[in-house]
């Protein structure tokens, strides 16, 4: 294929190029794949699962009840149960619900790879908390449920987050006095001499200039026409004082949005792994004023947008289908849905320029018009990858479309269950008001149902049937159906092994942490390149002294991003078990003092619910920090013959100890200014302080505490 019109290769080092007919061809060409692959197999597998977790079949009723139709009778008699039985749901409900808290109470930290950078990773940990919970705050946690969903429950069982910036301008209405806007057209101008500028107010009411301060007007307002323009010239003359639109920033972040594969994102069929996908296709509907601001905005070409105008409602995906609740009618086509809206795609390819180098490339276009939105653009994200992260619920084969998820593997478990259940209601409502036998000579009905009756020659009398008991089997059953779905779910029941509910537990938030890793260091990266510095420093509670420049430098320490849940943590009793497994084995056997205990403090804070971690825990230097001012307050109060009280916990002794030494050592003064009396304050505080570490770190009791001096009657 010629160079010029291979997509895989763009011409120049990355600036926007416009694309050739033939390349707009290729784009297309995706989509026309992109139905061959949908038709075949991916609707199939979603409308098996779709209709298992919503619980969807013919001849639904409100009540649960079968009843006859026209065409139909209800089987197995009319009024028989027909229940939703949502095993499905209900394991789909769990594991979302089990993935949000993960993300919920999960531990974020970014650690430093040198021991300079630890505090700069401080700071973007501060930063990476707010941009999630503040900026982004509600959209993250609805499209967190939405990742979980479709990475669980569809089918195939794959979700794709997109982390882009959204920059969006809205105007307002501001009111401005004569002679500020004579000011700020006037100075803008630049082109009137200084006698003029002396006397805004004649200028305003000279006719002479009245058609040179339309113009600037018009070009400081540039949205307003011509007769508006004039009107409040008029109402500034009159009333001294105009409204009038001004753009402003509504907003400026990262924006996240979970897409579902095969209706708002395509991937190649033989997609191995993210990395070596070949393109993603992300699909996107817009309002009339979204497409026409953004060719205000110069973002798309006018061109591009009076085509799509024309195209309202119109989609290259015709067989994109959903699952209804509505009894009457299981499935109907999405594009009522979308009639008023103008369906635009994003291709994204991975190619190379002309020095060979691979970037991401990104064309906005429609399928229906002729050209695309804008030119090829480089998509310079610091990641230099797709911005996407991908949620993939099981790796099964070399291509990651056919990832299974729960409700197409519940479809035979469910339909099972329910149709036991059903069994048991049927039974028990006739064998509470079973049919009866009638002669045929008096009854001309026959009706297998509860109180029916049943016709018979020669019946004397009217006779119920006797409906024999319920087999036990059909319990049984039930309870192996269920035993084996909970086992291969992890569900918390007490006869699956503990060990197997926490390895799969375990397994499915790993995964889904992963993918969030991912989500958050996008997020985090686009928004440390595009905020305001200002803005950065104030969330990171930092002066002018934050060095921007070097966090964005540096956003390799993104990669050490770490989202850590432990499920089993949910239950307060294994955090109990692990605190005292912690304080009775792990430090009394610590006598060369390997564990850090500010860390297992952090660790073991960090396990409680809540946010408990967040407002209790400050960092390591600046507890030190603490105890050594206080420490060398207790200093003071000794040489002012002042014995500080002797504490017997919640201090730091041995560091506290340590800071005594460094300040006998380091000012051998301060011990010959002591009297007796004070320098045997000073060598019981430090006896005390020695014996308090000796006990923490031998774990022994009955240690002889330090006394004070005065207590003791000296």
């Not at 099972?416 to 009866?436: I, M, V, W």
């Not at 319920?470 to 779910?489: D, G, H, L, N, W």
């Amino acid at each position: 294929m010629d160079t010029d019109t291979n997509i895989e290769r763009q011409k120049g080092q990355g600036q926007p190029v416009a694309v050739s007919d033939e390349m707009f061809k290729q784009v297309k060409a995706g989509i026309e794949t992109v139905n061959l692959q949908n038709s075949r197999d991916v609707w199939v597998r979603r409308a098996f699962g779709e209709r298992t977790r919503f619980c969807v079949w013919p001849n639904q009723y409100a009540d649960g009840r079968k009843y006859d139709t026209a065409n139909q009778k209800a089987f197995p008699f009319e009024g028989a149960m027909d229940s939703r039985y949502r095993l499905a749901d209900m394991i789909l409900r769990l594991q979302v619900a089990m993935c949000k808290a993960s993300c919920k109470m999960g531990s974020l930290r970014i650690s430093g790879v040198e021991v300079g950078d630890n505090s700069l990773a401080g700071h973007i940990t501060t930063f990476t908390q707010w941009v999630l919970n503040s900026r982004i705050g509600h959209d993250y946690r609805l499209e967190v449920e939405r990742f979980a969903n479709y990475g669980l429950g569809d089918s195939p069982a794959l979700s794709l987050m997109h982390v882009g910036w959204k920059k969006e301008e809205r105007v307002r209405m501001a009111s401005y006095g004569a002679m500020d806007i004579l000011q700020e057209v006037v100075e803008g101008g630049g082109e009137l001499n200084e006698q003029t500028l002396l006397d805004l107010e004649a200028l305003l009411l000279d006719p002479d200039f009245e058609e040179e301060l339309l113009t600037r007007i018009a070009t400081r307002f540039p949205a307003l026409k011509p007769g508006t323009i004039k009107s409040k010239l008029k109402e500034l003359r009159e009333e001294g004082k105009a409204d009038f639109p001004e753009s402003y920033v509504h907003r400026n972040h990262a924006e996240i949005k979970a897409l579902r594969v095969w209706d708002e994102v395509f991937i190649p069929a033989t997609t191995r792994s993210p990395s070596d996908c070949r393109y993603v296709y992300r699909r996107e509907w817009f309002t009339l004023a979204d497409i026409e601001a953004k060719a205000a905005s110069g973002e798309w070409t006018k061109e591009f947008v009076e085509q799509l105008k024309l195209k309202k409602g119109k989609t290259a995906i015709p067989e994109v289908q959903e699952v209804t609740q509505s009894a009457q009618q299981m499935y109907r086509n999405r594009a009522p849905v979308y009639k008023d809206l103008y369906e635009v795609f994003y291709a994204y390819l991975r190619a190379t320029n002309d020095d060979g180098v691979t970037g991401i490339y990104v064309l906005p276009f429609s399928a229906h018009c002729e050209a695309p939105a804008a030119k090829m653009t480089l998509l310079d994200y610091p990641h230099g990858d797709f911005p996407f992260a991908w949620f993939v619920r099981e790796v099964i084969s070399k291509n990651l479309l056919d990832s299974r998820g729960v409700s197409e593997l519940l479809v035979t478990d469910q339909n099972y269950l329910k149709t036991f259940r059903d069994l048991t209601s049927n039974h028990a409502q006739l064998f509470s008001l079973p049919p009866y036998v009638t002669d045929m000579r008096t009854e001309r009905d026959m009706s297998w149902r509860s109180l029916g009756r049943i016709r018979k020659r020669r019946q004397e009398m009217l006779e119920p049937i006797k409906v024999p008991d319920m087999p036990r089997t059909t319990i049984e059953a039930q309870k192996q159906i269920m035993e084996s779905v909970s086992m291969y779910f992890g569900l918390p029941v007490v006869e699956i092994p503990a060990l197997v509910q926490q390895l799969l537990t375990q397994d499915l938030v790993d995964n889904f942490l992963d993918a969030m890793r991912d989500v958050v260091r996008q997020v985090v990266q686009l928004s440390l390149k595009y905020m305001n510095p200002d803005d950065i420093r104030r969330v990171c509670g930092a002066g002018q002294d934050l060095n921007i420049e070097a966090m964005r430098d540096n956003l390799y320490l993104l990669e050490d991003i770490q989202i850590n849940f432990d499920s089993r943590t949910m239950d307060i009793e294994y955090i109990k078990v692990i605190g005292e497994l912690a304080r009775d084995i792990l430090l009394a056997i610590d006598t060369d003092q390997t564990i850090d205990r500010a860390e297992m403090t952090d660790y073991l804070t960090r396990l409680l619910p809540g946010n408990v971690a967040e407002k209790v825990l400050r960092p390591v230097q600046s507890a030190k920090e603490a105890e050594r001012k206080d420490e060398m307050n207790n200093m003071a109060m000794i040489a002012s013959g002042l014995e500080p009280d002797m504490k017997e916990d919640g201090q730091n002794f041995g560091y506290r100890a340590s800071v005594i030494e460094e300040k006998i050592t380091s000012s051998p003064e301060y011990v010959l200014s002591l009297t007796p009396l004070k320098r045997e304050m000073l060598e019981a505080r430090v006896q005390h302080l020695q014996n308090q570490a000796g006990q923490a770190e031998n774990a022994q009791t009955g240690r002889t505490l330090g006394r004070k001096v005065t207590a003791a009657g000296v």
